[in-house]
């Protein structure tokens, strides 16, 4: 007979190829996987066949569901159509919802769409149907080595569609239940100092949240405190189970029973979860707290890690795309961590001064969190808090034991006493909510007086921060004693990539996916050389939400600055830079306090490098385009040049000195608008490859396919960041390869175009 554990560990492992799979295979490939693995199933006489039959079939279910997921874009992006959309969260003019009917059809699967448009506010809340005109667009993220991955989140939450909205109806403007309770208790707190916080401890909306607010949970490492995840399901569960074991204390002994605080666990956790809006870290973990009730319930006794590999592969079998989440990865992570920490450095505390073993229990649990995640937090948040032990320490037992559950009695009794003659009483959620927020306020006092403690890492601590990890093997076997070479070469491997040198023959140019806008990289020796930092807009810019993070994390440390031109989607992350890097030496196309003018016949070098301008003359009077700063970047053997915004009327005359702009690279001019990129222009380069970086939608239609098709004519190979991500060429003594990463082989099918390929507007 199949044993549970070992048939999840199998499942599990059925499903893992959707994390690197660089295809999905068509629905017939999953249809022979089912008939194959049915069959196997019922006719195998060892259970190994069994297991991998099983593991068969949950592959299939998971390519099934990947592969409706891929149709369902397929069918509905790029296409007009009316559609009944019910709104399931909505912010200012950003609106999630789902598509309950589309083409004049119900779906019986509705999916995710997130709509874009003004309404007035008394129109707007959860629950209602709306039916709505739009041209739906699949979804698209900016995909550069190391960065966050928009289409990865998008894929995993459900939400691929999206567009604009035109001809709103509403047909049903009653709000859901949650909505309701929502709009009183903002009524009720609005006052409030921390209501926002409030709002995302009890529903998890963070929307509203401030930056300074963000900041402090980034720098302390307690942001995982302030929304609706497994801890807080877990919490509500608890408080379930202690308020069912405090009712069974009044009752006879002939009614107690043994399912009846684990059903009202899982009741608790189960509201907690429709308050939260049903998002999927709390949906995840309810499913998983149901997984151990009903362990429970039949009785199994089985180990921690036997309980943890049932409870994931009900997760992910009741979604597969899951394992595309970030938080799922983290949640399940830290849940291992803490059973290994727990396992293999027990605690065995001071059991004389309870208080004092528990404030000692706490410590243990916290370091072992802090020291054993490091794997999964180096990667995807590219940095490492060394204030997150105490913040912890102090933040945690506050909000599990004080803030949250008063959070709750706060909603209860705003159910409870909305329309009752005691809404004025002390049991009244006014002065409960006053004291949630004074709580917040001592917390977030001591979170804000704590030093700042982030620190930004590189690529070289991944491998790292395996090092606690290994540690502890090393302590429990007592290898240090015994075989202290083995610990040493260990060590010296984890820590190897510290140690390599880059390459002093090699450099590279990366043209960095950052949507409308240029910013672009020359990598020699480990600094870096940028041309033009990208867009800027309201509440942020390019440099600082790309460029920074990117060299970072590639230990790049930036010593020089080209800005082709003076528009914003070309020196956007300029100001972010600067104050980064206050030495930084900038190049302009017109004389600036400060910078160096770049003009037609300067030249200097870096590392080893020759930078000569060849555009503009220095009397030159045209358009801020085509005054744009043109530099070619060569080694003596290879030539790289950068065009920035330049337009015809500049590359005719640039064309008459085609010696000065013959290149192998060639960075295509104003993003491949129909106004640049003139046949002469194009011939006189006589490069082999054209990189324009340009925004999937554009509002211009750019780049125009009359460009596209100008430079494959004369032979070059076309890359741009909207269809490639991320283009990297790098160059040696013995030639140069080019490196896009959307269209490498190994890259995950979620992170490749979706949609029609010409759909760039």
């Known amino acids: 007979m199949l044993q549970l554990p070992k048939l999840s560990f199998w499942i599990l492992a059925g499903i893992s190829p959707l994390l690197w799979l660089p295809v999905i295979p068509p629905l017939w490939f999953a249809l022979i996987l089912i008939c194959a693995g049915g069959w196997v199933l019922c006719r195998a006489r060892y259970m190994v066949w069994r297991y991998c039959a099983c593991g068969a079939l949950a592959l299939s279910w998971a390519l099934v569901h990947a592969q409706s997921a891929l149709i369902t ?21 950003r609106h999630h919802g789902k598509i309950v009917q589309w083409g004049g059809k119900k779906r019986q699967f509705p999916p995710g769409v997130i709509l874009y448009g003004k309404l007035p506010e008394s129109q707007l809340c959860s629950g209602q149907l709306w039916q709505v005109s739009s041209t739906l667009r699949a979804v698209h993220g900016q995909y550069n080595a190391g960065g966050y991955s928009r289409q990865r989140a998008a894929m995993a939450s459900g939400f691929v569609l999206s567009g604009r909205m035109a001809d709103v109806q509403l047909i049903n403007a009653s709000c859901s239940r949650r909505a309701t309770l929502i709009r009183r208790v903002e009524q009720q707190t609005a006052h409030l100092a921390w209501d926002a916080v409030i709002h995302a401890l009890a529903f998890g909306e963070r929307g509203n949240m401030q930056a300074g607010v963000r900041q402090i949970l980034r720098e302390t490492g307690t942001a995982h405190l302030m929304a609706i995840s497994g801890l807080h399901i877990a919490q509500a569960g608890g408080a379930g189970w202690l308020l069912a074991r405090l009712i069974q204390f009044f009752l006879p002994a002939l009614w107690i029973r043994p399912s009846f605080p684990i059903i009202a666990s899982i009741a608790c956790a189960a509201g907690y979860t429709w308050l939260s809006g049903g998002n999927p870290p709390a949906v995840r973990s309810l499913i998983a707290l149901g997984t151990w009730g009903g362990i429970r319930l039949y009785q199994r006794q089985w180990g921690a890690w036997d309980v943890l590999v ?25 849940v291992s961590a803490l059973i290994f920490w727990c396992q293999w450095l027990p605690f065995y505390g001071v059991k004389k001064y309870r208080a004092a073993h528990f404030c000692a229990a706490l410590v243990h649990l916290q370091l072992g969190a802090c020291l054993l995640l490091l794997p999964l937090q180096v990667p995807l948040f590219h940095g490492i808090s060394f204030t997150s032990l105490p913040a912890n320490l102090i933040a945690v037992p506050m909000v599990t034991f004080l803030v949250v559950p008063l959070i709750f009695l706060g909603v209860l009794a705003d159910i409870v006493l909305a329309n009752s003659v005691l809404a004025n009483s002390v049991l009244a959620p006014g002065l409960i909510w006053q004291c949630v927020d004074t709580l917040l306020a001592a917390l977030f006092w001591v979170l804000a007086g704590l030093p700042k403690g982030w620190l930004p890492v590189d690529w070289r601590m991944s491998t790292m921060s395996f090092l606690p990890w290994c540690m502890l093997v ?36 990366h043209m960095l996916d950052i949507g409308h806008g240029l910013a672009m990289v020359i990598e020699r020796n480990g600094y870096a050389f940028l041309y033009d930092t990208g867009n800027r807009w309201e509440g942020g810019n390019t440099g600082q939400q790309v460029i920074l993070p990117w060299l970072a994390w590639h230990n790049l440390v930036p010593e020089g600055v080209v800005i082709s031109h003076e528009h914003t989607d070309h020196n956007g992350g300029l100001a972010s830079i600067q104050a980064q890097w206050p030495g930084i030496t900038q190049w302009h196309n017109t004389p600036r306090a400060g910078g160096r003018h770049c003009y037609q016949g300067k030249q200097w070098q870096w590392q080893g490098l020759s930078f000569d301008v060849v555009w503009p003359p220095l009397q030159y009077q045209g358009s801020e385009n085509n005054r744009s700063c043109v530099v070619l970047v060569s080694d003596g053997i290879h030539r790289v040049l950068l065009t920035g915004d330049l337009e015809l009327p500049a590359e005719l005359l640039l064309t008459k000195h085609p010696a000065s702009m013959k290149a192998d690279v060639v960075q295509v001019p104003h993003h491949g608008s129909k106004s640049s990129s003139g046949i002469r222009f194009v011939g006189r380069a006589e490069g082999s ?73």
């Open 474 to 509: 090393i302590m429990r076997f007592h290898w240090l004693r015994t075989s202290p070479f083995t610990c040493a070469a260990l060590v010296a491997v984890l820590c190897a990539p510290w140690w390599l040198r880059h390459h002093h023959n090699g450099w590279r140019v």
């Open 689 to 761: 490859v054209a990189l324009a970086s340009v925004a999937r939608y554009n509002p211009w239609n750019m780049p125009s396919p009359a460009v596209i098709e100008r430079y494959q004519q004369h032979s070059y190979q076309w890359y741009d960041t909207a269809l490639h991500g991320q283009v990297s060429v790098s160059f040696s003594s013995t030639g140069w390869r080019i490196s896009a990463h959307r269209a490498r082989f190994f890259t995950p099918w979620y992170q490749r175009w979706f949609g029609v390929r010409p759909d760039n507007r």
């Open 73 to 93: 874009l397929a069918e509905m992006s790029g296409k007009r159509e009316s559609m009944v959309v019910q709104i399931t969260r909505t912010q200012g003019e």
């Open 310 to 334: 049932v409870c994931l592969a009900c997760v992910v079998l009741f979604d597969p795309l899951t394992l595309l989440s970030d938080s799922f990865w983290l949640s399940a992570f830290a």
